[in-house]
């Protein structure tokens, strides 16, 4: 285990790219091999839907992994209170999550959406994922 971010764990990965910050619940690392899990878990029953946010969240931790060990094969892993759920990292839908830092802030600054239409609905963002079911409610 790389890092963890449960209970009194002293063991953490910050990750920070882009003015983006976050710590992933669990990061591990494959004994043999070049291979990184990034793990996020989740009170709530899975209940056969993975919400964007989680998803976007976890996908951002993958990326942020993947710039640190360049060299590694980036996986991740939705632990939900009855089930486990693995996502593929997704570099296009990364990169648009990192794009949407500069539309806040232009949003902010102009007081007013600079595209009010929701990520999902812009592009695939389950593209590498084809076999998740995604729900935008809260």
């Not at 942020?64 to 060990?69: G, P, S, V």
């Given at each position: ?12 990965i910050k990750l920070a ?62 632990a939900y209170a009855d ?23 232009q949003t902010i600054k ?29």
């Amino acid at each position: 285990m790389l890092s963890t971010d449960l209970g009194k764990a002293d063991g953490r990965i910050k990750l920070a790219r882009f003015g983006i910050n976050g710590i992933p619940d669990a990061v591990f690392e494959a004994l043999s091999g070049k291979l990184i899990l990034a793990g996020e878990f989740k009170s709530r029953k899975y209940r056969g839907v993975v919400k964007l946010y989680e998803l976007y969240q976890l996908m951002l931790y993958m990326g942020h992994l993947q710039d640190r060990y360049p060299n590694h094969t980036i996986v991740g892993c939705l632990a939900y209170a009855d089930e486990r759920v693995k996502v593929r990292f997704d570099p296009a839908l990364y990169q648009a999550l990192i794009e949407l830092r500069n539309e806040y802030w232009q949003t902010i600054k102009r007081r007013k959406p600079v595209n009010p239409v929701p990520l999902h609905k812009r592009m695939k963002v389950n593209a590498g994922n084809l076999s998740m079911r995604l729900t935008s409610k809260m």
